[in-house]
């Protein structure tokens, strides 16, 4: 059976002593009450180090939200992926749309992301989705089918254990407006396919696949009750111990 998990993606926000007080909270939540889904917190970068040390030999894991595109050098305010392990995180967020819209970057570098991050040792959870215009227009599929086999289909097979797929609908995030659990779902399956006819059925069984967009404790319920969402990727609501932890007792 895949593994399903849920990740809190924190983006920018709490400064040093709340975000470890956060991590302290979920930690000790989840060390007396485990969870069927893998835990994981995405925290920005200064936090890494200091939350390492609060989650070890816990239940919760540990990610980052970005990383750099070369290994090392002079590459003034980048972090590598690298750095990022030496800390103790073992997941990172790659291509979320923010990184793609304020940041620009593309699928090529999102892509050299992903391969580096990848050989480092680090678990990818790679972002996906299409805006309200492509939504609206029915170009939904093509624009996911593209983020997906630029960004990934040059992952060899062997690697492909250590890649988590989030889809995350622009139109969605931080808006209030969920996708309906048929909206993912049918999202979800078109993604496995995609995987089924590049690296084969069982690679994509095997594939986790997160939902992200205003996912709260009212709704997580219903939208991973679908068989091919697998978890999600949480923004706001992973601000909240109780909000967080509840959308993971959804699982
Ligand atoms: P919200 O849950 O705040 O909509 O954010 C989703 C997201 O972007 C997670 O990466």
Same mark, same amino acid.
């Given at each position: 059976m895949r593994k399903k998990i849920v990740a809190g &993606?924190?983006?920018?926000?709490? =400064?040093l002593a709340e975000g470890l007080k956060l991590a302290e909270s979920v930690d000790t939540y989840f060390r007396s009450k485990p969870s069927k889904a893998e835990v994981v917190l995405c925290t920005p970068y200064i936090h890494l180090a200091g939350v390492s040390q609060i989650l070890k030999d816990g239940k919760v894991c540990l990610g980052a939200q970005n990383c750099a595109?070369?290994?090392?050098?002079? %590459?003034? !305010?980048e972090i590598s992926p690298a750095m990022i392990l030496s800390t103790g995180a073992g997941y990172v967020i790659i291509g979320h749309s923010e990184r793609r819209s $304020? $940041?620009? =970057?593309?699928n090529t570098i999102l892509n050299r992301k992903t391969r580096l991050a990848l050989s480092t040792g680090l678990k990818v959870i790679f972002c996906c989705g299409e805006v309200l215009g492509e939504r609206e227009s029915g170009k939904y599929f093509d624009v996911v089918k593209n983020q997906i086999e630029n960004g #990934? %289909? &040059?992952? *060899?097979a062997e690697e492909m254990n250590s890649v988590v797929v989030a889809y995350e609908p622009v139109w969605a995030i931080g808006t209030g407006l969920t996708a309906t659990p048929e909206q993912a779902q049918e999202m979800h399956q078109y993604i496995r396919g995609l995987f089924s006819e590049k690296y084969g059925k069982e690679i994509a069984d095997n594939l986790t696949i997160l939902y992200g967009g205003s996912c709260k404790p009212s709704n997580a319920a219903e939208i991973f009750s679908? *068989?091919?969402?697998?978890g999600g990727l949480i !923004? !706001?609501?992973? #601000?909240k111990k109780d909000d967080f932890t509840a959308i993971v007792e959804a699982i």
């Open positions: &993606n924190w983006k920018m926000n709490m =400064e595109s070369e290994p090392s050098g002079a %590459f003034t !305010g $304020y $940041y620009h =970057e593309d #990934l %289909f &040059n992952i *060899p679908k *068989p091919d969402v697998d !923004g !706001g609501a992973a #601000l």
